[in-house]
């Protein structure tokens, strides 16, 4: 094992068991709970230790700066530590946790910045406990209002608000302004480095996606008393749904998924009152996008109407194309002789792509997988990713 490889582990070991669920063995990192709160008391921990002065936007993002806080222009890295429902242990962490060692490998090479460079951890990325991803870079950049991110509701009605501590402060075009780039490194969510032999590639664009919530409404009754012919079951309606988004996205070459559920009462013995689904939708193209959207809700409409059901169709979050900084993500591929790649996976590097030239790297993943325990990097391929790090920060910020 390289020295760095060696580094790497003996950090990554420290934040290896928090919020990890012996059952699944995947994380359970939610935003601003006692997982996370733990992670973030980590990463103040390891800036003081690196001298790096941490500051906080009133949005839930900690930044932790290499240089001069305060001073002119600075190059913004980092990610997030939140993870979904049994999470993998990279989506998110990886990408701190190499800022953190990219800086000190900097350092070891004798290498100062002339720009400061932030390390952020953002808050709520996988938008698992508010519903919104990307939640925190949303805030920072305006993206979202206030009142609504305030008033968002996890699953046991506490508030963001309430869970920050206050009202969140919203855009800061002042600190957002003076960072000249953000480049996110991140775990690879498919399996498109696993052929080659590159363990890190730069992303080119972020499909376009978001999140839809089917509400499905119904007559709550007795399974075993009503008759089949009088049923108004939105279970009925919601499975019809399912199955017509899967076979929308495949006509259109698009991804379509139902990963969480609701059903009220939630009783084996009733039939539902009422069933919620949660689409997520993600396409190459606004137009497909938006296309299928359109398709499986006219085709839950029309099922519902056959049902006796209702439908009322809201949406949670939409994020457009992020077509990155092709000035930059060519500079950078070019200067890591690294292959390019889009995703369909979601990023604060999407919604700061808006606001100030952004670039991704994504460390080769050998299972492809995400989203789920099985989620995986070597640590030879995390040590490739930090030294691609330090030395796209060492070009963007230390000349
Ligand atoms: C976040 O990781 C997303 O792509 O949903
Ligand atoms: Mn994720
Ligand atoms: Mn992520
Ligand atoms: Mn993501």
């Known amino acids: 094992m390289t020295d760095l490889a060696a ?13 990890r669920d012996a059952g699944s063995g995947g994380y359970l990192r939610y935003a601003l709970t006692d997982a996370e709160l733990r992670l973030r008391q980590w990463f103040r921990e390891q800036a003081d230790r690196r001298g790096m002065p941490v500051t906080a936007d009133g949005n839930g993002n900690l930044f932790a700066w290499w240089g001069d806080p305060g001073a002119g222009d600075a190059v913004l890295t980092g990610s997030h530590f939140d993870s979904v429902p049994h999470g993998g242990a990279y989506d998110g962490p990886l990408g701190i946790v190499s800022a953190f060692l990219a800086v ?100 080119s664009a972020i ?40 076979k929308e996205a495949r006509l259109r070459g698009a991804h379509a998924t139902v990963g969480r559920v609701a059903v009220e009462p939630n009783a084996t013995n009733a039939i539902p009152s009422k069933v919620t689904g949660w689409l997520d939708a993600r396409a190459a193209e606004p137009d497909t996008l938006r296309g299928l959207v359109e398709a499986v809700h006219a085709k839950a409409a029309e099922r519902a109407r056959r049902d006796g059901t209702g439908l009322t169709l809201t949406e949670e979050s939409a994020t ?61 391929d995390c040590a490739a990713g930090v030294s691609a790090l330090a030395r796209v920060l060492e070009e963007l910020a230390c000349r």
Not at 7 to 14: E, I, V
Not at 124 to 149: K, N
Not at 332 to 358: F, I, K, W, Y
């Open 7 to 19: 580094r790497f582990r003996q950090l990554w070991d420290k934040i290896a068991p928090v919020g």
């Open 104 to 203: 000190d490998e900097l350092r070891a090479a004798g290498v100062a910045p002339v720009r400061s460079v932030a390390v952020a951890a953002f808050v709520e990325e996988e938008g698992a406990r508010f519903g919104v991803p990307c939640l925190g870079s949303r805030l920072l950049t305006g993206e979202i209002a206030v009142d609504r991110a305030a008033g968002l509701r996890d699953a046991a009605g506490v508030s963001f608000a309430d869970a920050l501590g206050d009202r969140p402060a919203g855009a800061d075009p002042g600190l957002t302004g003076r960072f000249t780039a953000f480049v996110e490194l991140h775990v690879e969510q498919g399996r498109a480095l696993v052929e080659t032999d590159a363990p890190v590639a730069v992303a």
């Open 207 to 246: 499909w376009p996606h978001g999140r839809w919530r089917f509400d499905f409404h119904g007559e709550g009754n007795h399974a075993g008393t009503t008759r089949m012919a009088d049923r108004r079951d939105p279970m009925l309606t919601y499975a019809f749904t399912v199955l017509a988004a899967n």
């Open 320 to 380: 457009p194309l992020v077509a990155f900084d092709g000035g930059l993500g060519g500079r950078l591929a070019a200067l890591l002789d690294a292959p390019v790649l889009p995703t369909g996976a979601g990023h604060d590097a999407g919604v700061l792509a808006a606001h100030l030239p952004t670039a991704m790297l994504f460390v080769r993943n050998p299972t492809g997988v995400s989203h789920s325990p099985a989620e995986s990097a070597t640590d030879a």
